[in-house]
């Protein structure tokens, strides 16, 4: 589906990156909704999601992120967030998500995050 | 800003059509004199309420047009979005208590809060008995 792209990249100790672009609204927040679902099928449940190249998010793909966190961490993992564009954090800050979702700016910083969970 | 500036988008209702959703209103709200990050929340604001139309207004499979009307009228920017769905009042849904919403998982509802945050004005009228008439209303903050 054009507008929506999805890349991942295995890191150490099970961790997945998940990297996307393009804009996540309600045409396109089933593509992640089921990438989400795939993962955790496999048993991936501490992933990091790079946001840098998310040009716009609405609540339908906020949504996909709070599903997504609950079953997570539910299986002892859970979800980073890394290099939020400035229209994007502000979407999660009005929905309050700032508070339930970590953001780090690297991914060391975000490894060393999810190295805590789970441990 | 003087004068009115005013244009109108008819789109069918399929999500594939947010995109120039967004496009239209980014494009008119650029008219006057907001910051871009007003630009781009008053965008977010028109999105929701048109996907709100187009999932909960209309039966699997119905066809249906939406007009969204976007007019700069001196320092006010006003939407206006018109449908022909089933009768929805937005006014009839309290806004959810975000926090317990997220942690109990839930993402229904988040859109109305948004436009509700967003917007300075949010109102419906059921017109004719006919047409849905949602009006979504963003003045220019003096500095």
């Known amino acids: ?119 | 800003m003087r004068g009115s500036l005013k244009d109108r988008l008819t789109v069918s209702n399929d999500t594939r059509h947010l995109l120039a959703v967004r496009d239209f209103t980014g494009r008119m709200a650029r008219q006057g004199p907001l910051p871009p990050e007003e630009v781009h929340k008053i965008t977010l604001a028109v999105d929701e309420a048109v996907t709100n139309i187009i999932e909960h207004g209309f039966n699997q499979g119905e066809k249906g047009s939406i007009e969204i009307e976007a007019e700069w009228e001196g320092e006010k920017f006003r939407v206006t979005i018109r449908d022909s769905a089933r009768v929805f009042n937005p006014d009839s849904i309290p806004s959810p208590d975000v926090q317990e919403h997220v942690k109990a998982g839930r993402k229904k509802g988040l859109g109305l809060f948004l436009m509700r945050q967003i917007m300075d004005e949010v109102k419906y009228r059921y017109k004719d008995g006919t047409q849905n008439e949602l009006t979504m209303v963003k003045y220019v903050k003096a500095k």
């Open chain 1, 1 to 119: 589906m054009a507008g929506f792209r999805i890349q991942k990249e295995k890191l150490p100790g099970g961790v997945v990156l998940v990297g996307v672009k393009g804009f996540l609204d309600a045409h396109t927040f089933e593509q992640l909704e089921k990438e989400f679902a795939d993962l955790f099928d496999a048993g991936s449940f501490r992933l990091i999601v790079d946001l840098a190249g998310l040009d716009y998010i609405s609540s339908a793909g906020a949504g996909v992120f709070i599903e997504a966190i609950g079953t997570s961490q539910e299986n002892e993992g859970n979800i980073i967030l890394m290099r939020p564009g400035p229209n994007v954090k502000e979407v999660f800050d009005l929905l309050g998500l700032s508070q339930i979702f970590t953001f780090k700016d690297t991914r060391e910083e975000a490894l060393q995050s999810l190295a805590r969970v789970g441990a």
